[in-house]
């Protein structure tokens, strides 16, 4: 990957957002230059120094955080973002997102980006099936988001069933196929 290539995380609140730390280490590793935004619940599942130490720059927590050099994060990784990966996309983000919020990092991102964006929902099968969740999700993809997954598999819950995020390498491998394109 071209040192070139800008890579954007949003992370989620959901007890999958440490699988995102692999998807930052490994795409830094490649040369991606990565940044990382957070919901407010994401910072209680994973510290925001664990994508810094990863990324080398600092976490977008807010829309009113500003940068050491002056400038507003947010807008300068949206413009800069060849992709765009919300991860772990809970029931209660998904349906921020199609609302149009901006009532955070992730969201307010969502709607500045002008790249692919790539939704990876994490939730119990029931949320996952729940009708609102399923309008919520066609929604997004009629406006053009990629989602990838939830699969079957094990649940937080304890038991297996539809909800599972995907594994990291399959988020990885999206985000890298979206970067091999972009011009």
């Known amino acids: 990957m071209s040192a070139r290539r800008q890579a954007l995380l949003g992370i989620g609140g959901g007890i999958a957002a440490y699988k995102l730390a692999f998807v930052?280490?490994?795409l830094a590793q490649r040369g991606?230059?990565?940044r990382v935004a957070m919901t407010p619940r994401a910072v209680e599942y994973v510290g925001a120094l664990t994508f810094e130490g990863l990324s080398g720059?600092?976490?977008?927590?807010?829309?009113?955080?500003v940068d050491a050099?002056?400038?507003?994060?947010?807008?300068?990784?949206?413009r800069e973002a060849d992709v765009y990966a919300i991860a772990p996309a809970t029931a209660d983000l998904i349906a921020r997102l199609a609302?149009?919020?901006?009532?955070?990092a992730v969201t307010l991102l969502a709607l500045t980006c002008r790249c692919p964006i790539v939704l990876c929902p994490a939730m119990n099968?029931?949320?996952?099936?729940?009708?609102?969740v399923q309008e919520n999700v066609a929604l997004l993809r009629a406006r053009g988001m990629r989602v990838?997954?939830?699969?079957t598999g094990h649940l937080a819950e304890g038991y297996d069933?539809?909800?599972?995020?995907?594994?990291?390498?399959?988020?990885?491998?999206?985000?890298?196929?979206?970067?091999?394109?972009?011009?």
């Open 69 to 78: 050099d002056g400038s507003p994060p947010h807008i300068v990784a949206a």
């Open 57 to 65: 720059k600092k976490a977008i927590l807010s829309s009113t955080q």
């Open 125 to 132: 099968d029931a949320m996952w099936l729940n009708p609102v």
């Open 99 to 104: 609302a149009g919020a901006a009532d955070c």
């Open 161 to 183: 069933a539809i909800g599972r995020m995907v594994e990291p390498d399959a988020i990885l491998a999206e985000i890298e196929s979206l970067l091999a394109v972009r011009p």
């Open 32 to 34: 991606v230059s990565v």
């Open 24 to 26: 930052a280490s490994r």
């Open 148 to 151: 990838l997954g939830p699969v």
